[in-house]
């Protein structure tokens, strides 16, 4: 066996500058070379080293086996091996929902609990010099101001909470960090961010396709840059961008079937409600275990199970969870038991819960009709009314904005407004999210919501969820199940 380092993303002024020392002219510094090898592997006895070799010699037969085999053949796959890096500053927060919702990349985004916030915000482009630009630039001044209030009192509160554990600096910073956590909720959808992206070529053609369809004209801006970035440096791998007819067709269609439902929107509905689960869950993780672990077919494994006592379950369960470190993921056989809840949750708690992309989630508009997430520490400096009116303010300008620019409608809201989410796991995914959202160190808001989920499957699936619990506590609660260990 040999394995070779073939490649690795770096930074582009690191290649640029080792371009610009070696003279180099030669236009074969293009991901597409990884890609062209790598699809000749199936059908060239060559080695993969000399396959590479070739395709940087050969940058235009490379990129015509690209195209070939990507939108000739349908062999997508190939595009996965260009990997690209992008810096994206001055995004709203809004428009970062919908470029993080996609599954297959990565993104790390700038924090509102850990930077103070200095008031910079998007103007829509579709307000621009009309009648709502000046009054949006005031509401949005309104939210930034109580931002600040709100930071300033929570943190004198905590200080003088807390002046005898205050030690270090870092002491002071976590305090900041908690004020700036909870202050945070009347700031706008439209407060500038910042985030890094790492996506592979076949996923960013999928998603510059979507954002050109996107009813925000921010998000089609980016779409227009992230392809000027890409299309010179592999126009081979990337290249059905444009919207699809399908696309536009399926939207009109579904939101025109949507109008059919009645009923009331009020803010007293649940803000975790279980649609759907594995209603013998026990059983059919002991069944996929079993499956998983022998030669029998799935009726045999069914079956057997069916017929082992509620100890015996337990005693097999722990024997697949025996040892498992924190860190560690529970079986895969786990992906075979699932659950639906219905959340209604804050922007602040979705901007964590849409992190979790291998789930599947259904994500309305936002509706202020559904009320807003109060942080309890607003409510304990006596800051409420000053929170409420604020929001009041916000949803007042909201109404008669969302008539005249109902597609930049939502920018002024803030990330105290809630949405209702539909969200699909299972269970070993859900073991993931339980254990990073209720860790004593996850944002108040998210942790809510896990706990609700957490306390749901332990009552209905005692054992499947035998070890379900933030990762900060997971020593204790392991030591419980396995006293022995």
Not at 248 to 276: E, H, I, M, R, Y
Request: aromatic share 10%; charged share 25%; proline share 2%.
């Amino acid at each position: 066996m040999n394995v070779t380092l073939a490649g690795y993303n770096i930074d582009s002024s690191i290649i640029e500058e080792l371009k610009n020392r070696a003279g180099w002219t030669e236009d074969n510094v293009t991901p597409e070379t990884l890609s062209a090898s790598y699809a000749r592997i199936s059908r060239d006895p060559a080695d993969i080293g000399e396959l590479r070799k070739i395709s940087r010699t050969e940058v235009a037969k490379s990129r015509k086996s690209n195209e070939t085999i990507i939108f000739g053949l349908g062999h997508s796959s190939v595009a996965e091996h260009a990997v690209f890096n992008f810096d994206i500053t001055g995004i709203s927060r809004l428009a970062t929902e919908e470029v993080q919702k996609f599954r297959l990349a990565s993104f790390t985004e700038k924090s509102q609990r850990y930077i103070t916030l200095d008031g910079d915000f998007i103007m829509p482009e579709e307000i621009k010099n009309t009648p709502y630009a000046e009054k949006f630039s005031q509401v949005i001044k309104m939210q930034n101001d109580a931002y600040f209030t709100l930071f300033e009192a929570l943190k004198e509160d905590l200080f003088a909470k807390n002046a005898d554990k205050i030690k270090t600096k870092r002491d002071a910073i976590d305090l900041e960090t908690k004020a700036k956590e909870d202050a945070r909720y009347i700031v706008a959808l439209a407060t500038k961010s910042q985030f890094g992206m790492t996506v592979n070529a076949r996923s960013l053609e999928n998603m510059l396709r979507q954002f050109n369809s996107s009813n925000l004209a921010e998000v089609r801006e980016l779409s227009a840059k992230l392809f000027e970035k890409v299309k010179s440096l592999a126009p081979s791998l990337i290249k059905y961008v444009e919207p699809t007819k399908h696309e536009a067709a399926k939207k009109s269609a579904l939101v025109q079937a949507a109008l059919a439902v009645k009923g009331s929107t009020n803010v007293n509905n649940c803000d975790f409600s279980p649609v759907s689960y594995s209603k013998d869950a026990d059983t059919e993780l002991v069944t996929a275990l079993l499956y998983a672990y022998s030669n029998q077919n799935f009726a045999n494994c069914l079956n057997h199970a069916q017929n082992m006592s509620f100890e015996a379950k337990e005693t097999l369960i722990k024997q697949a969870l025996a040892s498992k470190e924190s860190f560690e993921k529970v079986d895969r056989a786990f992906e075979t038991i699932d659950y639906t809840f219905e959340l209604i949750v804050s922007a602040t708690n979705y901007a964590q819960l849409k992190r979790h992309r291998m789930t599947t989630q259904l994500v309305q508009d936002y509706d202020p009709k559904l009320g807003c997430t109060l942080p309890e520490s607003i409510k304990a400096i006596g800051k409420e009314a000053f929170f409420n009116e604020t929001i009041n303010k916000i949803n007042d300008f909201h109404y008669d904005f969302a008539k005249a620019f109902p597609c930049s409608k939502n920018y002024i809201l803030s990330n105290a407004h809630r949405r209702r989410v539909l969200i699909k796991i299972n269970a070993r995914e859900l073991y993931h999210f339980i254990s990073l959202r209720d860790d004593e160190h996850a944002q108040w808001d998210i942790r809510n919501s896990a706990k609700e989920a957490e306390n749901f499957v332990k009552s209905v699936h005692p054992l499947t969820s035998m070890l379900l619990c933030g990762k900060s506590s997971y020593r204790e609660h392991f030591s419980k199940i396995f006293p022995e260990k």
